[in-house]
């Protein structure tokens, strides 16, 4: 039987900064290629320091890279080693893990994807998902927010989906910045005057946990019900297989059962978002 344990061997071909404290890392993966959906996740570990999870940027069958975006913490264990290190460096791989995005529930339905910060990651092989299958959704609107211009990873991609008119992308960022015309404030403001119907309307809500709980109340007043309301959950993890116990919330373990879930799903444990 397979080590579940062990990691494959991926080789860094490439970086880019995203933001100030932001990476992404291509992830070589060699002929035996590397699939998964959008939503999952892998345990990613830099040798000699540790192994921590990090949501899939891209998704698809046989991918030749894979790649993840980083936020570096201040003496972290996992992720300030990993941003030193550069193209040709060896990284350890698993899963992928989790259940993903469910993408059966959202075809035919109008979807409004919020992304704050760090939380378009998780979502942008959803976005990608969605535009290559268009004709597969209803009205389709993605809420982008940041604390300012330079915080927002994926700028060329926003550039690029802000001109596409298969996606309605509405951008903002928290306070008024010189190099900045569009929007400002926090991404609940973009909910003003903006129409859903909620009969037909799924929402994905990833971002920080503070987010949560104001962007659910704007769901809530313009009648979005909890099995429409989708968020990926973070929590510290250690095996990523649902033997460890570590990412337990209640009777959940956001490793096996998420870290997908509705809010009827997650509604009334104590460490709900909101
Ligand atoms: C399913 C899942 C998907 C994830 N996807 C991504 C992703 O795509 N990109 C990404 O950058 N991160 C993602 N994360 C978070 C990532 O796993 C953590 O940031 C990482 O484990 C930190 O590792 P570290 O060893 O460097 O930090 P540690 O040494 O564990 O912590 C260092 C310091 O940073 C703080 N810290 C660590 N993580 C966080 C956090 N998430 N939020 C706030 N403070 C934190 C700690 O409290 C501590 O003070 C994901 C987490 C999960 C569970
Ligand atoms: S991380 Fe071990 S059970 Fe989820």
């Known amino acids: ?9 991926a080789e860094i ?38 192994e921590a999870p990090f949501g899939v940027a891209n998704a698809g069958e046989n991918l030749a890279e894979l790649q993840i975006t980083v936020r570096r913490y201040p ?29 059966d529930a959202l075809r035919g339905r109008d979807v409004l994807i919020v992304a704050g910060g760090i939380g378009l990651v998780p979502v942008r092989p959803l976005i990608h998902e969605i535009l290559a299958h268009r004709q597969e959704y209803g009205k389709f609107t993605v809420f982008v927010g940041a604390r300012t211009p330079h915080d927002m990873p994926y ?51 990833v971002g920080p946990p503070v987010m949560y709980r104001f962007v659910i109340a704007e769901c809530k007043e313009k009648g979005v019900a909890d099995e429409d309301m989708i968020f990926s959950l973070e929590r510290t993890m250690k095996c990523g297989v649902g033997k460890c116990g570590h990412c337990a919330i209640k009777h959940k373990y956001v490793c096996t059962d998420g870290p997908v879930f509705t809010y009827a799903e997650i509604k009334g444990f104590a460490e709900e978002p909101i």
């Not at 039987?1 to 061997?9: E, G, V």
């Not at 569009?182 to 973009?190: A, D, F, N, R």
């Open 75 to 103: 003496g972290g264990q996992v992720t300030e080693p990993l941003h030193q290190l550069r193209e040709g460096a060896r990284v350890g791989l698993r899963g992928p893990f989790g259940n993903g995005f469910p993408l």
């Open 155 to 205: 700028k060329d991609e926003l550039a690029e989906w802000s001109q596409r008119p298969e996606v309605d992308l509405r951008l903002t960022i928290d306070v008024p910045h010189p190099e900045w015309d569009g929007h400002v404030g926090l991404i609940t403001t973009l909910f003003q005057g903006f129409e859903l119907d909620p009969s037909r309307t799924k929402v994905v809500i």
């Open 13 to 50: 071909v490439r970086v880019r900064e995203e933001t100030p404290t932001e990476r992404s890392f291509w992830l070589g993966l060699g002929d035996e290629g590397f699939s998964c959906r959008p939503g999952q996740f892998i345990a990613l570990s830099v040798f000699g320091h540790g």
């Open 1 to 9: 039987m397979d080590n579940i344990y062990a990691p494959r061997i």
